[in-house]
């Protein structure tokens, strides 16, 4: 069983950073990721980053390029989701997840999804303007 833990949410500031950590167990396999979602009220889900374990090959949704970096230490199942610049439109819930079996799901438009299974419970990131 794959089990997934965040941590590192709080409250900032407009334009400052916050590094989330997402911890993972029973994750393996070379098609393996691991990602962030995040779901603010009243909206949606979306998903926001994600790598791959076996290449570092990274995913962003447009919101968040250039502003957020995601990374991984594979030796620990671990990820990190360093976020700066933040905007109050950034506040949500934040959630990690992983899949042993990624399969993106890319678009004409170039945006991408991602189903994984396994999901942590959430940390709660609020940016005040």
């Known amino acids: 069983e794959v089990q997934v833990v965040e941590s590192g949410g709080g409250l900032v500031q407009a334009g400052e950073s916050l590094r989330l950590l997402c911890e993972t167990s029973g994750l393996t396999g070379d098609g393996s990721a691991i990602g962030w979602f995040r779901q603010a009220p009243g909206k949606v889900r979306e998903a926001i980053s994600c790598?791959?374990?076996?290449?570092?090959?990274?995913y962003y949704t447009d919101s968040v390029k250039g502003r957020f970096t995601i990374s991984s230490d594979n030796a620990k199942n671990t990820v990190y989701l360093q976020m700066n610049s933040l905007k109050p439109e950034d506040t949500a819930v934040y959630y990690c997840?992983?899949?042993?079996?990624?399969?993106?799901?890319?678009?004409?438009?170039?945006?991408?999804?991602?189903?994984?299974?396994?999901w942590g419970r959430g940390t709660r990131v609020t940016v005040s303007s």
């Open positions: 790598i791959r374990t076996s290449d570092d090959t990274t």
């Open positions: 997840a992983a899949d042993p079996d990624f399969v993106p799901i890319t678009y004409p438009s170039g945006s991408w999804y991602w189903a994984p299974r396994f």
